[in-house]
Nanobody
């Protein structure tokens, strides 16, 4: 059974940093896309950052220059380094991966991790 497990959320003061991790477990063939989304209370879930299989990255305008997405060489773990955090970054953060596994290609989501930035 394929699962994504997240870690690294918490409470931080404005201007601080956090690093989120998300690791896939289970029998997989490949990971095509890895990204991070977030959902603040009363708001829709939004894409924060993405890294594709060729290493290309893109970011939401609101986090450019502050957040960095990366992955390990095995392409089983994705990270989100968050610097210069702002109160408006407070949300539940979810990782998502587009994975080739039995019986085919589909996306998988992590359980979510709370990030709270105090002013």
């Amino acid at each position: 059974q394929v699962q994504l497990v997240e870690s690294g959320g918490g409470l931080v003061q404005a201007g601080g940093s956090l690093k989120l991790s998300c690791t896939v477990s289970g029998r997989i063939f490949s990971v095509n896309i890895m990204d991070w989304h977030r959902q603040a209370p009363g708001k829709q879930r939004e894409l924060v950052a993405r890294v594709t299989s060729d290493g290309s990255t893109n970011y939401a305008d609101s986090v450019k220059g502050r957040f960095t997405i990366s992955r390990d060489n095995a392409k089983t773990t994705v990270y989100l380094q968050m610097n210069s955090l702002k109160p408006e970054d407070t949300a539940v953060y979810y990782c998502r991966m587009l994975i080739v596994a039995s019986p085919g290609l589909r996306d998988y989501w992590g359980q979510g991790t709370q990030v709270t930035v105090s002013s």
